[in-house]
């Protein structure tokens, strides 16, 4: 039997729900370091590094909804794609500045769940970053790729049945 990994069950569009959650919980923690001015971001970050640090995390956004509204992959592929790429030259750009101050990362935190995030270093900090950068246009890659293969597979079908 051939499965259709194309579809999403229902529990999984219920599941791109709770990574949208995720995101707006990410948004909200570097937001409230920002508002609350805790000394996590630095002198350095400016407009530039606050579209480089929230604008990928709003693009996370996308792709989930349209899964979970359509049921389907293929439709946010090109979404996930543009994701991938605006995180790795955002994160491209906050390696460069680096405008944040990791010993402050834990501040938002009540202080009894402090110590979850109190070891994370600058040069810690810097390695997801570091990461980001090297996967970002490594797997903007094959999620084109399985957007067009796809697409071309759903063109043959549709001509089939004409």
């Not at 407009?47 to 990928?56: F, N, Q, R």
């Not at 202080?111 to 390695?127: C, E, M, N, P, Q």
Request: aromatic share 14%; glycine share 6%; with cysteine.
């Amino acid at each position: 039997m051939e499965t259709d990994n194309e579809t999403l069950t229902t529990p999984q569009r219920w599941a791109e729900f709770l990574v949208v959650a995720a995101m707006l919980l990410l948004f909200g923690f570097f937001s409230y370091h920002q508002l609350a001015n805790t000394g996590f971001f630095t002198e350095k970050f400016g407009a530039l590094e606050t579209v480089c640090l929230y604008g990928p995390i709003l693009a996370a956004l996308i792709a989930p909804v349209v899964r979970a509204v359509t049921g389907r992959r293929n439709p946010a592929r090109p979404f996930e794609a543009a994701r991938t790429a605006f995180l790795a030259a955002g994160s491209l750009w906050l390696l460069i500045v680096f405008p944040f101050n990791f010993a402050h990362l834990a501040d938002t935190l009540p202080v009894s769940l402090r110590f979850a995030l109190a070891w994370v270093t600058d040069d810690i900090g810097k390695i997801p970053l570091l990461i980001q950068v090297i996967l970002g246009p490594v797997a903007g890659i094959p999620i084109l790729w399985k957007y067009f293969s796809q697409r071309r597979q759903t063109i043959r079908q549709q001509q089939q049945y004409t």
